[in-house]
């Protein structure tokens, strides 16, 4: 037991770093390429903050624990918005005018409704990961063409404080290189080590996925969204979970679905996914009110977000104990 534990605690160190790794390499590589800022925030970070994410739902389905990827999936959404934004803005409250975040709202809801659609049958087959990816490649191409004509935005600017401005093109792609492989190494690890934990323990790969691992990957998140919030960029806090639920809906259940058919678990269509529903919508709602040219997610609205998430882990809790 105490070498599964070591493995997800390895898994996860070394998956956080990588994961790091990567996005700044890759960053700098489409930087010094000529990509603009805001294409790099939409489709490398976008991409790389659910990179973790990504691997680990590949490895579980291959690995035929399928239940593990779905539960990361919709473990990290709910993780995404109800510990990272809801304790971020608790903290600090968010207000942002980004019109490409506002942009991103919208498609963020409609991944979220097809997802769910295809989750709904309990399968997951060719077709449904060819229509999740189609969607991400459509709503990729959407917010670049809008990006193109909105290169003021104020997330432009976040952006590029974020990336390493004195970096060669030689040593970024070797960090992006070395990044890669290790995430590879480290979420196979970590979903070796969860797998075995969840055997130990008599409990399902799902409540794993929900839990250990959605926590784990989220953590170091909720540090940088809080640090974030800081430095007075909130409109990077906001498109990073938007954009990172936006992969998580569309790419992380996709791109296994497209490898092999599998079943999904009852109870995580039946008990997980209306949570993650409704705190996707509760987010768009909470944004939209009041109506003004700002959106502003108050301490309020960010200890309405975060209650929901702790009753949720309190219920998985009380589940796993009453059996």
Do not use: H
């Amino acid at each position: 037991m105490l070498a599964f534990i070591a493995a997800v605690v390895i898994g996860l160190a070394l998956l956080v770093w990588s994961a790091d790794r990567f996005v700044e390499g890759a960053s700098v590589v489409a930087k010094n390429l000529g990509v603009s800022t805001l294409i790099i925030g939409i489709t490398v970070i976008g991409f790389g903050t659910s990179a973790p994410e990504i691997l680990i739902s590949i490895f579980s389905v291959l690995d035929d624990t399928p239940d593990l990827a779905i539960g990361n999936a919709l473990g990290s959404n709910i993780a995404n918005i109800g510990l990272i934004l809801g304790a971020t803005a608790l903290l600090i409250p968010l207000t942002f005018s980004s019109k490409l975040v506002k942009r991103e709202f919208p498609i963020l809801l409609a991944a979220t409704a097809l997802m769910s659609w295809v989750l709904w049958d309990n399968q997951l087959n060719l077709l449904d990961g060819i229509l999740l990816l189609g969607f991400l490649i459509l709503a990729l191409g959407y917010l670049i063409r809008f990006s193109k004509t909105n290169k003021d935005d104020p997330i432009s600017s976040e952006l590029e404080q974020e990336i390493p401005q004195n970096m060669s093109t030689q040593r970024a792609f070797m960090l992006t290189l070395v990044g890669l492989l290790i995430l590879v190494g480290s979420s196979k690890l970590l979903v070796w080590g969860a797998v075995n934990i969840a055997t130990e323990l008599g409990v399902s790969e799902l409540i794993i996925g929900l839990t250990i691992v959605a926590l784990g990957t989220s953590l170091p998140e909720l540090a940088a969204a809080i640090a974030g919030a800081r430095k007075g960029e909130p409109e990077l806090v906001m498109g990073n979970v938007i954009g990172s639920n936006l992969f998580n809906s569309l790419a992380v259940i996709g791109l296994p679905a497209v490898m092999m058919d599998f079943t999904i678990s009852p109870t995580a269509i039946a008990r997980d996914l209306p949570v993650m529903l409704a705190l996707t919508a509760l987010l768009y709602l909470l944004s939209q009110l009041p109506k003004s040219s700002y959106c502003v997610i108050t301490r309020f609205k960010g200890l309405l977000l975060l209650s929901g998430f702790v009753l949720y882990q309190a219920f998985l809790y009380y589940q796993v104990i009453a059996r």
